[in-house]
T-cell receptor
Framework: GDSVTQMEGPVTLSEEAFLTINCTYT??????LFWYVQYPGEGLQLLLK?????DKGSNKGFEATYRKETTSFHLEKGSVQVSDSAVYFC???????????FGTGTSLTVIP | DAGITQSPRHKVTETGTPVTLRCHQT?????MYWYRQDPGHGLRLIHY???????DKGEVSDGYSVSRSKTEDFLLTLESATSSQTSVYFC???????????FGDGTRLSIL
């Protein structure tokens, strides 16, 4: 069945460092891909999305490119800030949109 | 976000008591979901709804029931709470097609 695998954390970076959080997926057909962010005590917030191959989702300096050939959707940011400290979830929905699959989350801590 | 309100936000109760959590949305979204979030397990789907009075089970539905009598409200009931149901519960909604899910801020439930 469909699934999402993301790199395990926790990840600790210094401020202004480059961030990559790996996400790979298994799916039939043409899924849509998402990154969500969860700050302490809050629900998940949509960070970015891509709905077809080679699409690049971007928001708040974060980017991810839908790579069908490598079945990947890695999250990147060129220069992280302390305020980016959160848990990041990769997610997939099947091509009907009816089934959603979440990764287990990657905790990021950015230190000054 | 998508106008999702979960109530209560925090609850402490005793084993064997019934508990009902409420999710209220103002977006007129057709699809609604209940998840639980536990350390090491990420998000796990409990039940979901694809319309008024139309619901189905997720991967961890045992011990839970749901009801949706109108579009805006989705109730999750623990008929007889157990300590293993101590968790943070999230409601999510989704519009049509491949739209992303939008999340409430969660309910922290402790069963003693």
């Amino acid at each position: 069945g469909d699934s999402v695998t993301q790199m395990e954390g926790p990840v600790t970076l210094s401020e202004e460092a480059f961030l990559t959080i790996n996400c790979t997926y298994t799916a039939t057909g043409y899924p849509s891909l998402f990154w969500y962010v969860q700050y302490p005590g809050e629900g998940l917030q949509l960070l970015l999305k891509a709905t077809k191959a080679d699409d690049k989702g971007s928001n708040k300096g974060f980017e991810a490119t839908y790579r069908k050939e490598t079945t990947s959707f890695h999250l990147e940011k060129g220069s992280v800030q302390v305020s980016d400290s959160a848990v990041y979830f990769c997610a997939l929905s099947d091509q009907t949109g009816n089934q959603f699959y979440f990764g287990t989350g990657t905790s990021l801590t950015v230190i000054p | 976000d998508a106008g999702i309100t979960q109530s209560p936000r925090h609850k402490v109760t005793e084993t064997g008591t019934p508990v009902t959590l409420r999710c209220h949305q103002t977006e007129n979204h057709r699809y609604m979901y209940w998840y639980r979030q536990d350390p090491g397990h990420g998000l796990r789907l409990i039940h979901y709804s694809y319309g008024v009075k139309d619901t189905d089970k997720g991967e961890v539905s045992d011990g839970y029931s749901v009801s949706r009598s109108k579009t805006e409200d989705f109730l999750l009931t623990l008929e007889s709470a157990t300590s293993s149901q101590t968790s943070v519960y999230f409601c999510a909604t989704r519009g049509e097609g491949t739209q992303p899910q939008h999340f409430g801020d969660g309910t922290r439930l402790s069963i003693l």
